[in-house]
């Protein structure tokens, strides 16, 4: 142990630093075990002692993050043309872009966007879908011969958008393509993110950025995506702006299709993602494109174009079909997606495993819900009576054995949760197994029936459910690595009814971990990656770490708002405020910095321009981007 000293001093300077100090980490840690859980976070008093120093960056201050982390200086500007230089065959990039009765002032603004560009290999290609405003043809007329690097084709006749990218793609000679509409506009850095991919990765085929909005000069409303996330997809096109495409690749799907006007672009990602691998998408954590917003922009308002939304939702429709998925696409009232994946004839049969001692009040609701709001058809509930000695509780046990659907079968070793799992698994025959804490109450009766058609995707593992605190403020929406340290819960705290950041909050999607207190996973699934860690994690983050064994095998761990569930959490749960409950908790702390420093410190399915001290998907200050030659654009 004394030869381990150093190390584990080391991991605790390394987290210490992270959160401001010693005594800062020692209070958020003992606020996190007294009211938030052991994965979570207390935002209320982390915010409070910010705000007690001055330090306004714990807002969303977006202008303020702007001046501080932003701009290119011409330092940085000559750093980038001299690595452009460097690089051995920089790629042609296509930027094609649609025009039809623009604001002439934008469309300026948009082409001198990219003439700005510090890349130089591009090349503009414009097509006019015979436009009526009699000032688009000489503005283009001009530029086009001012510029030997603007291409420009005049339609004979109208087609709309999915027609007008295509001819303006008949005029590309880029091995790459990146989407410009008439009135946004590129950061100048734009294209050399892309070109600096594309020399990273030579199998790369998608490229995407991050994106805010403009109007009138002024940005707001950035959108930090996360890392590749096919679920998400599903819910809303989280591609959109910069999107970048190997040529090839495009003109083999036949570029843009007809049909799908206003979401053309949704469509296209769609068949061009289908025939990748995860490791030929890549993502650039940077606000490269701003997105302008007006009165009839989508920027401003989804209910601007509701045809957009119906042209999405075939779009998706299309996309299970052709990816051998059953199911169907619904249309959200904030125009994004939801996708209901069909059940089986015949659904696997669920063993849900409840874990307890005493609590009979808490246990009797949790299971009453279940079997008496459950529509799913086939499942059981294994109640794991780890030495209760309640008498009630004991009573409760004998009568409640009497229900086909339930059994209940005695653990008499010492409290660990990962343990007790392990053998309940073992012990039960479902084809799938759910984790249910004993103070979980169903609150919507489909629960089952969504995760359960969520777990038999293919390459899903673990499938988390929406968890609400009984005052209706979200308990879980899933969890976001490196918050807190470890980990912590997304938009902890939001009130049922918000959306969350860009509607994360309500929106299915793939994650790096949910949470054990509902979670379900196949069976044969769970014992591949060997269960719980019962040696290392007894009591804490087992659940981070099993879902994070998931994601190393293969599978992908999604989170579902669609099953509603209430957590009565920390109603049950002691205080860890013994020595041996806080060195135990030390120990599964720094065991997972070991095991997972480096998977910790960068989730792909949140970003690095967001902060690791909240839950709320706030500004992080600084970025954690890496610093060349600028911290963000």
Known sequence: MAA?????????????????????LAGRSLDILRRDGLAGGKTALARARALRHGDSRSGNDYESWLKQYSGLDEVGREKIRSEVASWEKPPLISVVMPVYNPQVDWLEEAIASVQAQLYPSWELCIADDRSTSEHVRPLLEKLAAADPRIKVVYRATNGHISEASNSALELASGSWMVLLDQDDVLTEDALYYVGRAISREPNVALIYSDEDKIENGRRYDPYFKPDWNPDLLRSHNMVCHLGAYRMDHVRAIGGFRKGFEGAQDYDLVLRFSERLLPGQICHIARVLYHWRSHSGSTAQSGGNK???????????????????VAGRIEILPTGMYRARYDLPLNPPKVSLIIPTRNGLRLLRQCVSSILEKTTYPNFEILIVDNNSDDHATLRYFDEIQSHERVKVVPDRQAFNYSAINNKAVSLVDGEYVGLINNDIEVISPDWLSEMVATAMQPKVGAVGARLWY???????????????????HAHKMLRRGEHGYFSRGELTQTLSAVTAACLIVKKSTYELVGGLDAENLKVAFNDVDFCLKLRDAGFRNVWTPYADLRHHESATRGVED????????????????RRWEKVLAADPAYNSNLTLEYEDFSLAWPPRNDIDPTLAS
């Open 4 to 24: 381990r000293i150093p190390q584990l001093a080391g991991m605790m300077q390394m987290l210490a630093k992270r959160h401001g100090g010693y005594a800062r």
């Open 306 to 324: 509701n045809y957009a939304a119906i042209a999405g939702q075939t779009a998706l429709n299309e996309h299970l079909h052709r990816t051998g």
């Open 470 to 488: 009984p005052d209706d403020r979200l308990q879980h929406g899933g969890i976001i690595l490196g918050i807190g340290g470890v980990a912590g």
């Open 578 to 593: 013994t020595a041996e409950k806080k060195e135990r908790f030390q120990s599964e702390v720094l065991f997972m910095l």
